[in-house]
């Protein structure tokens, strides 16, 4: 009997261990906003354009699943989310030149600020990503400890909105009031959910 029941039980445990920062699918998200989606010359917002430019993103992303899934297993993190910010911050590397964006201030796949951090690895490697979800998880105990009512997917959101505002600029449930273009972790989240979706 246990032997029949054990692979089950294993897929259980390594299909939870991604989810320990939260459960995406339970976090409300209106996707992008009109600004953000203009980016795309979208003629619509919300989560159906933020599934759009990540439907746009995801062959380029596709290159980066294994090691968004290796990431993903030795932190925690879901890999749908680490997908979501690649997506958000760089569209998957296609608008980085040499690996920088924001006029050479923020490098990689998930735009680590050189101003605050100190570079680590290649702009599209293993150990990059490292390093941008080991932010995301010092904003996500930041934010634990600054609203310690909040649920854990409230948290994760407020993580979100924090890897691109600061915890400092979250103030309440609005987590994206002070984000750029006022939506950036509902954009990921809904980013994410697609990705989700794809299998990451």
């Known amino acids: 009997m246990f032997f029949e029941i054990f692979p089950f039980v294993f897929l259980l445990c390594s299909v939870s261990a991604s989810g ?16 953000t989606a203009k980016q795309d010359k ?26 968004i899934e290796s990431v993903s297993q030795k932190k925690g ?5 680490i ?3 690649i997506s958000r911050e760089s569209r998957a590397g296609s608008v980085l030149i040499n690996g ?5 201030n923020a490098f990689g796949l998930m735009q680590v600020d050189k101003r605050f951090h100190k570079i680590s690895g290649l702009w599209n490697s293993e150990e990059h990503l490292i390093q941008g979800t080991e932010i995301l998880i010092g904003m996500f105990q930041s934010i634990k400890r ?9 948290h994760l959101k407020g993580a979100i909105a924090a890897y691109n505002a600061g915890p400092g ?30 299998g990451y």
Do not use: H
């Not at 993190?77 to 989310?81: G, H, K, L, R, S």
């Not at 920088?100 to 050479?104: R, T």
């Not at 449930?173 to 939506?183: A, P, Q, W």
């Open 146 to 154: 600054k609203f310690p009512t909040w649920s854990i997917e409230q």
């Open 20 to 35: 320990q920062f939260g459960d995406i699918n339970k976090v409300l998200t209106t996707g992008a906003s009109c600004q």
């Open 42 to 67: 979208l003629t619509v917002c919300g989560v159906q354009a933020s599934e759009r430019m990540a439907q746009t993103d995801l062959t380029r992303m596709n290159r980066y699943k294994s090691i």
């Open 83 to 85: 997908a979501g910010i």
């Open 169 to 198: 600029n979250i103030i309440n449930l609005d987590v994206d009031s002070r984000t750029t273009g006022k939506d950036y972790a509902n954009d990921v989240l809904a980013r994410a959910k697609f990705f989700k979706s794809r």
């Open 100 to 104: 920088w964006g924001d006029n050479g």
């Open 77 to 81: 993190m879901d890999a749908a989310v």
